[in-house]
């Protein structure tokens, strides 16, 4: 059994992983410049996974779970800084219209990319990468424009992907 101390924690846990140590790569996206969205990147989240389950009830118990179909949520939200350029509004707008053009009513069939997502170590090495297989923006959200506030332009995409997996 495991001794429960403060100790016990700081032998086992040396260096813990930080939310804010972490760099997206779009290492060929269909417009914009890679190193500019890397930069600009403000927020993201790590995809997660889930199992279906599967009941199979038996007689009077309450029966016994299995898993079931591995599932994705598909939806990968990320946010922005925007900058007097209108790097990031022009590099997912031009995105968005390779999907589907909104005047001309046509899309481009390779408009999927893989994108990275590598968690950083205090010392600068990489000890994560995950890959986003098949993304493509599938939604500019609304940005709140307001001339009482200070704050600045952020814009937040949210990616559609077909499935992650660590990567080498």
């Known amino acids: 059994m495991a001794t429960m101390s403060v100790d016990a924690l700081k032998n086992n846990l ?6 804010y140590l972490w760099e997206v790569l779009f290492p060929n996206p269909v417009a914009g410049d890679p190193e500019t969205l890397l930069l600009r990147c403000q927020t993201t989240s790590m995809p ?4 279906g389950r599967i009941h199979v009830p038996f007689k009077q118990s309450g029966g016994i779970e299995f898993p079931g179909k591995l599932t994705y949520s598909h939806n990968w939200e990320l946010t922005f800084q925007e900058g007097s350029d209108r790097e ?3 590099a997912f707008y031009g995105w968005c219209q390779a999907v ?3 005047k001309y009513n046509t899309g481009d069939l390779i408009i999927k990319r893989n994108i990275l997502l590598h968690l950083i170590e205090t010392d600068g090495s990489v000890s994560k990468k995950i890959r986003l297989i098949g993304c493509f923006p599938s939604e500019m959200r609304d940005v ?3 001339q009482n506030s200070e704050d600045a332009l952020k814009f937040t995409i949210v990616f559609g992907y077909d499935r992650w997996e660590e990567a080498a």
């Open 88 to 90: 990031i509004f022009n």
């Open 48 to 51: 997660g996974r889930s199992f």
């Open 14 to 19: 040396t260096n813990p992983a930080r939310v």
């Open 100 to 102: 589907i053009h909104d």
């Open 144 to 146: 709140a424009l307001d």
